[in-house]
């Protein structure tokens, strides 16, 4: 065992203790009993001094992660005013609120728990090892790292679907009196995401639905450097809601804010503010040089104003504990938690590559957070009575996405479709139409304008155990929401060992080639922020039958199996029926059976050429990429050319071991990628094929330009086209250009 180490702040902390020198406390809280102080006293000491024990780790290279609560330990008495089935969102500065929710839970540990998430244990309870978080699957908290707001979304969505549970009569998660809980501090309360998800709940109440989310601002007045200016977050969030607030130096005032605050979110069911005055103490984080941007002046000014020392005055003065009993009990406590940091700091860390990433894809048998409120269903026969005049007749893609869907809503009774214009109009394309008649408002929910809000709700929903299908309206607006994917969705299942799952099933509008409309905004040929994501898969049919299998194939990997399923509908092809010449009706597809079986994740769909003679080459595509090169095929067959064209369907992950067992024995590849060159899937494709059987393959490919997507026909001439595929064709068989151009 280490010798013990005592932090400089612990001991001019005693020296204060023993030499009388603490402030006079706000109030003799007569409202708190002996046993609330005493307790609210413990959380908020011990995680001050775990925060002071991460820095001497770090000192010595055992602990990563300093970020700590000092300053706002007062969030104790906050927990104590909520329940353990409250799912709470918290942000990085609630230390003691953990420590004392656990104390709901008997047989928690959360010093020693904590200590193996800030040393980055593979023992760690919630991460596994993974980063400093504060989450725990039996204290109803999710966990969170270095939220900017980014989780304010999410908690509305949580708020939202527990009685939306309670409206559907079905069981979730959490129970039907809980609130949902959220903390940030004053700085993220300006992001753009905070503000979506405040606006979503409070646009929300407006219209009198539920909504029982308590949003708690921790008012420290900085944002790292950044004064937040004095008076702003009442000003700024205040007229929105029911707002309470409390100083964090008086544990009463504090106490009773909290609890008020509680009793009327749960009893009301509407969204309410408690703001809380908080100190930032000892800088931002670790690093952190708080004499590079303030008053050596202020810095100490705020030193004397301390919570816990306000609290340890309280203790005092109401006679709980002599000042020889109170230094006793420090000294135990700092001990004890350098005691535990010592074992902690030993136990094993994640040491490979397949240890940290066993976590990225949920575990198909979890049966946690994201389990689902009921079975599927059979499918009643007489689901798609609505359109029955148009059933057994070949449809296009957007017709049989939109049975598809309503197959899925009656198959799963938990499955909520969600997003802007989803309800009545049936959605920009009509792809939801109809479904709102047929299950009602609380399982289509038309959604504000706000891609945050949606994809947040999308999360909440998951939460609770529900199946969403929120639909974004078109594949750019996704960017105004990408980190609800990329940093909450995807990372949930990494951060928590696979305790949690965001199991959901993203519709999104896309890709180009538009007539009559677009523009890059409507017209955009990009997925790229989709492919660096861990975890996620990525499908894209290019015609009805596909769509309709890819889609129940999606459905039942976010149910079953707890997975983030993006579903990208090529907008050009919704409404296309022909292939060659107008009235073939070769693109328009019968729904298929129901019983029909789902392809093998990862296989590319396979349009042999119809000459009797062996492949000349493949072309490899997806969406409106593959309906082109199906137009090539066909006039390449002419020129005596034989060539196979592969639909990948499955973008992310691409399975190329898959791909390349459809390419059989051919050399010669072309892969036709209507998205930018840069930045392609294509990229992707070339490099793994080439790996994957080195110096075998004669590859080639075919982009869009790297260009935004311009208003009208000037659309085509950065897009490619049927000549084109021909062309590089013809180059990559070696045929010569007049040929080319007869066929042209």
């Known amino acids: 065992m280490a010798p013990y180490e005592q932090h400089a702040w612990t001991t001019a902390y005693l020296e204060k203790i023993q030499h009388h020198k603490l402030p006079t406390p706000k109030s003799d809280a007569l409202l708190l009993s002996d046993y609330e102080i005493c307790r609210y006293f413990d959380s908020m000491l011990s995680s001050r001094l775990l925060d002071l024990r991460s820095r001497l780790l770090q000192a010595k290279g055992q602990s990563f992660y300093t970020i700590g609560s000092s300053g706002h330990e007062a969030n104790a008495v906050v927990a104590s005013a909520l329940q353990v089935t409250d799912p709470a969102f918290l942000h990085y500065r609630s230390g003691a609120f953990f420590i004392e929710r656990s104390k709901q839970l008997p047989g928690s540990t959360p010093i020693y728990d904590l200590l193996l998430s800030f040393t980055a244990s593979s023992e760690d309870p919630i991460s596994g090892g993974r980063h400093k978080v504060l989450g725990s699957l039996a204290l109803s908290i999710p966990p969170q790292t270095s939220t900017i707001a980014s989780h304010l979304p999410k908690a509305v969505g949580t708020a939202f679907a527990i009685d939306l549970s309670k409206r559907l009569k079905l069981q979730g998660q959490w129970p039907e009196n809980a609130i949902a809980f959220c903390s940030f501090g004053d700085a993220s309360a300006n992001h753009s995401t905070a503000q979506g998800a405040i606006n979503a709940a409070c646009w929300a109440d407006y219209q009198h639905v539920p909504v029982p989310v308590l949003f708690l601002c921790e008012d420290n007045g900085l944002g790292i450097s950044t004064p937040t200016p004095c008076g702003w977050i009442a000003h700024s969030l205040s007229p929105h809601m029911q707002t309470f607030t409390a100083d964090s130096r008086d544990l009463a005032d504090v106490a009773q804010a909290a609890k008020a605050a509680v009793d009327f979110v749960r009893k009301n069911r509407r969204p309410a503010l408690l703001h809380l005055k908080t100190y930032r103490l000892f800088g931002h984080a670790g690093a952190d040089a708080e004499v590079a941007y303030r008053k050596k002046q202020q810095i100490e000014t705020e030193l004397d104003e301390d919570p816990l020392l306000y609290a340890t005055a309280l203790l005092l003065k109401r006679g709980i504990y002599q000042q020889n009993e109170l230094l006793e009990l420090v000294l135990k ?25 066993q976590s990225i894809v949920p575990k198909a048998s979890a049966t946690t957070a994201a389990t689902a409120i009921a079975p599927a269903l059979s499918v009643p026969a007489n689901t798609l009575d609505f359109d029955k005049h148009n059933l057994g007749k070949p449809q296009h893609l957007a017709k049989i996405i939109n049975w598809t869907l309503h197959q899925a809503m009656a198959r799963y009774p938990n499955a909520i479709v969600l997003g802007e214009d989803v309800g009545k109009k049936g959605g920009v394309y009509n792809v939801t139409s109809q479904l709102v008649q047929q299950f009602g408002s609380n399982r289509v929910i038309n959604t504000l304008l706000d891609e ?10 998951a939460q609770q ?30 951060f928590s060992n696979g305790q949690y799952q965001n199991p959901m099933v993203v519709r999104i509008a896309g890709l180009a080639y538009q007539r009559g409309f677009g523009g890059h ?59 060659h010449q107008p009235g073939d009706n070769l693109w328009a597809c019968e729904l298929p059976a129901l019983d029909e079986p789902l392809p093998e994740p990862g296989t590319p769909a396979v349009r042999p050429h119809a000459l009797e003679k062996t492949t000349d080459l493949v072309i490899i ?31 992310v992950p691409l399975h190329i071991d898959k791909i390349a067992k459809a390419i059989g024995q051919t050399q010669k590849v072309l892969i036709v990628d209507e998205c930018r060159r840069r930045g392609s899937l294509s990229e992707e494709l070339f490099t793994a094929l080439h790996e994957h059987k080195p110096n075998w393959y004669q590859l080639s490919r075919l982009c869009a330009q790297d260009s935004f997507i311009p208003l009208g026909s000037a659309a085509y001439t950065v897009l490619p086209s049927v000549s084109q595929i021909i062309e590089q064709s013809m180059l990559l068989l070696g045929k010569s250009q007049h040929k080319l151009e007869q066929v042209g």
């Open 333 to 357: 406590l700092d001990q004890q938690t350098a005691r535990v940091a010592s074992v902690a700091s030993n136990k094993p860390k994640l040491t490979t590559a397949e240890a940290v990433m």
């Open 452 to 461: 945050q809000s949606i994809l947040g709700l999308g999360i909440g929903l």
């Open 465 to 494: 155990g529900f199946l969403p299908v929120p639909e974004i309206q078109f594949l750019a607006y996704v960017h105004n929401a990408e980190d609800q994917i990329r940093g909450e969705a995807a990372t949930l299942p990494f």
């Open 521 to 579: 905004f409507h017209n955009d040929n990009s997925f790229a922020v989709f492919r660096d994501i861990p975890g996620l898969l990525l499908f894209c049919p290019s015609n009805g039958r596909d769509a309709s299998l890819l889609l129940r194939q999606a459905l039942a990997l976010a149910h079953s199996e707890k997975r983030l399923v993006i579903f990208l509908e090529p907008i050009a092809l919704y409404m296309t029926r022909d292939l």
């Open 621 to 651: 595509s997806y969406a409106n990429g593959f309906y082109l090169s199906c137009q090539a095929q066909q006039q390449l067959a002419a020129q005596g050319i034989a060539a196979t064209v592969l639909d990948l369907r499955y973008l």
